[in-house]
């Protein structure tokens, strides 16, 4: 099997590392060989944080090479770009959450914020294949990750992983009432 | 839910997905460590946090984390000369910390055992430089295993606390940031508790241990000569791995990420040269890697960093005259950042372009996304107190940093800061800018775990010598930076409750005679503090207060009654001065093309900092939001 790389990317707080350790499990649960690595402490702060998955028998360093990625997933607009001009592979997939947390040379007036629309012209000039995903009635902004793994599941963006295998792989990471929550509303987007 | 921490107790050998630092936890438990320290620090605090998983009743070993990686160090050096296998952990720059008592380490008979877990940083991920800490393993005889992945990690801690427990030497396990936190499906054997024996075994006919000028030298002999019985039996180790692709022309010799990063370089350009894969790293197996130079035309020496090996390799193969080509690093490049598959592939490209794979070309299509500089939290009480101190300070006066969350006020919009060093610099740093100097008045700043760390030698010396500084303390009551570890003014340890030492009852001890306190928060009042302060000759104090903003809204989050809150902006009375978002820059504000200001739902936290800095008033108190959950 030919080596399938996500990189992940998104704004510390977020909850990037939950959802990259969920697609993680969920591919050891579907029977594959699978290793990552996360970015762990000064980046966490409202900086870019990034994490790597690499699935297939002949992988070995966790980190996924630069334009190497068949996937990339992003929480966050601007990310999902930056992400995927760096990241993603000749035809490749990027799907992203679509929320904007403004970098400061937004908020200082200097640079424009990026658009849904200069998402969509960037991925069509470079044949990237687009997932967007928004949910207005999300329980709380803090499941963005759960509604992007969703997507993810329903549009089988990682070959071999199904809904129950990211079903046990939440139920590996967390319990009771977030659990609850986060399932309920993953199998609602899935099925919809 | 998986428990990790019953995994980790585990009686039956298992497979697990874990990170490399959580890996090396179930091989301290199986190795039978008895004594762990450390201090918190990139990449290796996530150890401490599968500790913390599992119940102190329930660890097989005591583990502290110690005011600083010397102390952290000490404690584990007398653990171990007491008969307990120990280990201290901590991040690369700690080793410099740490360095006055470590380089003493293999003087002395360690008859319990000892592992040194660095955590290397190459590529600077979370540490002020890259530096290679071979250099102090060789500088102090300190054999080194070095990993490539969390299985490794955990095999060779096995090895590490084996020969340490043989030889009765110190042993570092150096790991690199990625390896620390690298995922994957570990294997681990079974393992059976034993109790632990509490007869101690400190005995000074098993020294001496006072290194004292004439004693020093048969001490020294001793630790050469365990070096060379070290060499020698890195020969014959079975984690040294050969790859042997029957390539006579060429070879390579590597160890740690880099390995894993020409494997993936090699099966995308389809190469085949001999590998040999090092487990110890220092001191080198001399035979081992002389019969695999004599075997080769030509070998590429594959090494992050520094060149130590390079070096080493290129003297043995001098001293027995072996006639084969050695590629090295060759220009300043090879020297600097993580040897990524990206990286690798450039370096082999230069000697065998046929054995890289090939670097992409940028996308077909740009587009310029605004860089994300990393920043403080929203409500981060940092923020509060940079603008609140701005006001008080000319912007001729000199501003020095410190180590912590504070460090990112260097960054615009705040400037706060125009030097920094290492933990505790700034007082000492300070002292000296203050000297021949009539006209910049100077401010250093500090957190409360870095002043129990190295503050205190600093602000002893301003007192004893009289400089003329002002200090701002910024007492948040945790190690914010790392994950929110416990200190000395925590009133709490890793283990249990304790009496707080204050960081004032500790300057009031030393005789600090103009020390101010105020909330963080309390902007106008820290603007005025400061202001008295800097204005007495002398040395003075500014305690800036307040429980760190993320670790407390975290704690009430998990409460039942808990009510989500945040600001809102009344856009009639907002006339658009843009103090919120641009000067103060919460990155809660959000900043629309027309130039009105809005709030981002998902960000706020609901503080209220920010009702102080509109001049207008027109952001509104913090109110409940509405159906969350």
Known sequence: MKPFNIYLSGVGGQGIGLISEIILRAADRAGLKAIGVDTHGLAQRGGIVSSHIRIGEDVHSPLVSKRKADLVISLERHEAVRAASEYLADKGSLVYYNTSWQPLPVRLNKAQEISVQQVADFCQKCEYQLFEVHHADLPDPRMQNIALLAAICRNNLVAGLAASHYEQAMGDLMSGKMLDANLKLFNRLVSH | ?629
Not at chain 2, 249 to 257: E, H, M, S, V, Y
Request: hydrophobic fraction near 40%.
């Open chain 2, 1 to 629: 839910m998986k428990n990790f921490a019953d995994m980790l107790l585990s009686r039956e050998a298992f497979s697990e997905i874990v990170m490399g630092n959580t890996a090396v936890v179930r091989a301290m438990i199986e190795a039978k460590t008895r004594v762990v320290t450390s201090y918190p620090g990139s990449p290796t605090p996530e150890i401490a946090s599968a500790i913390a998983g599992i119940k102190p009743e329930d660890r097989p070993f005591y583990f502290e984390f110690s005011t600083n990686e010397k102390v952290a160090t000490e404690v584990a050096y007398g653990a171990s000369v007491n008969g307990h296998l120990s280990t201290v952990f901590f991040k690369s720059v700690g080793l410099n910390v740490a360095a006055d008592t470590f380089v003493q380490l293999s003087l002395m008979n360690l008859i319990g055992g000892m592992v040194v877990i660095l955590g290397d940083d190459p590529g600077a991920n979370s540490s002020q430089n890259e530096q290679d800490n071979r250099h102090l393993a060789r500088l102090s005889y300190t054999p080194i295993f070095e990993p490539a992945d969390p299985q490794e990690v955990y095999h060779y801690y096995l090895a590490a606390a084996r020969l340490s427990q043989q030889l009765h030497i110190p042993v570092i396990l150096r790991l690199t940031t990625h390896v620390c936190h690298a995922k994957q499906k570990v294997s681990f054997a079974a393992w059976q508790p034993t109790d632990i024996d509490r007869t101690p075994a400190f005995d000074v006919n098993n020294g001496p241990y006072m290194p004292l000028t004439s004693l020093v030298f048969p001490m020294k002999r001793r630790a050469l000569n365990n070096l060379r019985q070290v060499a020698e039996m890195n020969d014959k180790d079975q984690l040294n791995r050969l790859i042997d692709n029957k390539n006579r022309r060429q070879g390579i010799i590597t160890f740690g990420l880099p390995f894993l990063s020409l494997l993936d370089t090699l099966a995308e350009s389809g190469g085949k040269p001999d590998i040999l894969k090092l487990a110890m790293i220092y001191p080198l197996p001399n035979q081992l890697i002389a019969d695999f130079l004599t075997s080769h035309e030509e070998v590429v020496i594959l090494e992050e960093l520094d060149d130590l090996m390079e070096s080493e390799i290129k003297r043995l193969a001098f001293e027995r005259q072996i006639k084969v080509k050695i590629h090295g690093k060759t220009d300043i490049e090879s020297w600097v950042g993580e040897y990524t598959a990206d990286k690798v592939a450039g370096l082999l490209a230069a000697v065998w372009p046929e054995m890289a794979a090939k670097p992409q070309p940028a996308p077909a299509f740009s587009v310029t996304v605004p860089p994300r500089p990393a920043q403080m939290c929203p409500g981060c009480g940092h923020r509060s107190a940079f603008h609140a101190v701005k006001q008080a300070l000319a912007e001729t006066d000199i501003k020095v940093a410190d180590i912590g969350c504070h460090t990112l006020g260097f960054m615009p919009p705040y400037n706060m800061w125009q030097l920094l060093m290492c933990m505790g610099a700034s007082t000492g740093i300070g002292a000296g800018m203050s000297l021949c100097n009539d006209s910049r008045r100077v401010v250093c700043f500090l957190g409360d775990s870095t002043f129990f760390h190295a503050g205190i030698p600093g602000i002893i010396n301003a007192l004893f010598n009289k400089h003329n500084i002002t200090l701002i303390l910024m007492e948040n009551g945790t190690t914010a930076m790392t994950g929110h570890q416990d200190h000395a003014a925590s009133g709490r340890n890793f283990n249990q409750e304790t009496e707080k030492i204050p960081v004032r009852s500790v300057l009031e001890g030393l005789g600090v005679k103009n020390i101010f306190e105020v909330d963080t928060y309390q902007q106008q009042k820290l603007t005025d503090m400061v202001k008295e302060a800097v204005a007495i000759e002398g040395f003075s104090v500014v305690i800036a207060k307040h429980a760190c903003m993320l670790k407390l809204m975290r704690e009430q989050r998990r409460k039942e009654s808990f009510q989500a809150k945040m600001v809102s902006i009344d856009q009639t009375t907002c006339n658009k001065a843009h103090v919120c978002v641009s000067a103060f820059a919460c990155p809660t504000f959000v900043m629309h093309e027309d130039g009105s200001v809005d709030v981002n739902p998902d960000l706020c936290i609901g503080d209220g900092s920010c009702l102080q800095t509109c001049p207008t008033k027109a952001i509104q108190r913090p109110e409940s939001r509405k159906g969350e959950i």
